[in-house]
Nanobody, 120 residues
């Protein structure tokens, strides 16, 4: 199993910044893509950003140019630097990890979530 623990959420004013961290532990062999999702009340859980084990990244259009995902494989940790925050960024942010079991089987793991609130 893989355990994911997020930290770094909180309350910030519009235009401010936060940095989220997600530390992975457990059975980490085959750990592949990691990412961040977010969910606001009444909404779907939407993709924010992903990063492969090799460092390839992708972002949702809503956060491009403002958020940066990074990864420290030695520490088994993924980060999300969030700048120029907007009220619409308010959500619970979840860490996600994909682990390859075989060439055709994978498992997906989720953290418990951390609240990000952007408000004056």
């Amino acid at each position: 199993q893989v355990q994911l623990v997020e930290s770094g959420g909180g309350l910030v004013q519009p235009g401010g910044s936060l940095r989220l961290s997600c530390a992975a532990s457990g059975t980490l062999s085959g750990l592949n893509v990691m990412g961040w999702y977010r969910q606001a009340p009444g909404n779907q859980r939407d993709l924010v950003a992903t990063i492969s084990s090799g460092g390839d990244t992708s972002y949702a259009d809503a956060v491009k140019g403002r958020f940066t995902i990074s990864r420290d494989n030695a520490k088994n940790t993924v980060y999300l630097q969030m700048n120029s925050l907007k009220p619409e960024d308010t959500a619970v942010y979840y860490c996600n990890a994909d682990r390859r079991i075989t060439s055709t089987i994978n498992r997906v793991y989720w953290g418990q979530g951390t609240q990000v609130t952007v408000s004056s």
